[in-house]
């Protein structure tokens, strides 16, 4: 590191130093890169600091996030206009460019249009065209999530959908896209209830199966 700060590298260090979970370190530009090449865990930076938060995935949020990945396959494996990525997929946003990056981790999964992806830096690319972001909450990233990253996935122009899934308990915040403008928000709560892909159903009682709260 060029800076005589020592930042953790690995998920035992972030986690000696933030027992809750995100961590928050204050960095300039240069040092959140050096972190990034060199850490095991994600990382944003916004405001000038690294937001920072382990790679580790609980149960729940693993469970989650391979429901999801095996419903979203199904979904779009014979649409070859579309590409299914897992966790981590970042996703750049231009109108956002003032946070110094743009680019920001879905904690979730990401569908986008097969477009070139946008080089951030050397050997690290972003999605630019994402139709649908799915975010796995956790305590811990909940004020990011809700107060950071939402607004700035609202501001990506070939976003339609937005879901916002809870580990604690079977509910999902869906954000969709009426007009560039206008995103109607709805949140479920009942295992009937579903959200709609493509124009496909998949209620709640899918999604949260074999989970017991």
């Given at each position: ?16 130093i933030g027992k809750d979970g995100l961590v928050r370190l204050p960095a300039n ?185």
């Amino acid at each position: 590191m060029t800076s005589d700060v020592k930042f953790p590298l690995t998920n035992q260090e972030l986690a000696a130093i933030g027992k809750d979970g995100l961590v928050r370190l204050p960095a300039n530009w240069d040092e959140y890169w050096e972190v990034l090449a060199a850490a095991e865990y994600r990382a944003d930076f916004y405001n000038n600091e690294i937001i920072a938060s382990m790679s580790y995935e609980g149960d729940i949020h693993s469970h989650l996030a391979s429901e999801f990945g095996f419903l979203l396959k199904s979904i779009f494996t014979d649409l070859k206009s579309f590409r299914v990525y897992n966790s981590n997929r970042p996703v750049y946003i231009p109108a956002c460019k003032h946070l110094k990056t743009g680019v920001f981790n879905s904690d979730g999964m990401v569908i986008s249009l097969p477009t070139t992806p946008y080089e951030y830096q050397k050997g690290m690319t972003a999605e630019t065209t994402p139709i649908l972001l799915i975010e796995i909450l956790s305590e811990t990233t909940q004020s990011y999530d809700w107060g950071t990253k939402l607004p700035c996935y609202k501001e990506i122009p070939s976003l339609q959908q937005i879901f916002f899934i809870e580990q604690s308990k079977p509910k999902i915040f869906v954000m969709e896209r009426e007009a560039p403008n206008r995103w109607v928000e709805t949140t479920l709560t009942q295992a009937e209830e579903a959200i709609v892909i493509q124009g496909q159903s998949i209620p709640l009682q899918k999604i949260y199966r074999e989970l017991y709260f």
